[in-house]
């Protein structure tokens, strides 16, 4: 559905933050007809390792990950559930 928009996920991670470990799932089926998703952001899943995560906090690796994707934040992702790879 969108991997145009996923390819661009993955670009900006792996650009932001050389993970050693980068898997994304789109979960954007599991809400049809949600308000986020009627309106095109869509629903996703990223689970990350990174060195640029070594003595963070998780709301650091968090907000390292939001910053990281940018703008796609505001006009492409409406949720993103993430999971930090320790």
């Known amino acids: 559905m969108s991997q145009p928009r996923m390819n661009q996920m993955k670009?900006?991670?792996?650009a932001a933050?050389?993970?050693t470990s980068l898997e994304l799932v789109d979960?954007?089926?599991?809400?049809?007809?949600h308000?986020?998703?009627l309106a095109g952001?869509?629903?996703?899943?990223?689970?990350?390792?990174s060195s640029a995560f070594e003595g963070e906090s998780l709301v650091s690796c968090h907000r390292k990950v939001y910053?990281?994707?940018?703008?796609m934040m505001?006009?492409?992702i409406h949720?993103?559930?993430?999971?930090?790879i320790r």
């Open 79 to 84: 949720a993103l559930s993430i999971d930090i």
């Open 41 to 49: 952001g869509g629903h996703f899943t990223v689970r990350i390792a």
């Open 35 to 37: 308000a986020g998703a």
């Open 27 to 33: 979960d954007s089926q599991q809400h049809v007809g």
């Open 67 to 71: 910053q990281a994707l940018g703008d």
């Open 17 to 19: 933050l050389s993970p």
């Open 11 to 14: 670009e900006l991670l792996t």
């Open 74 to 76: 505001e006009s492409d």
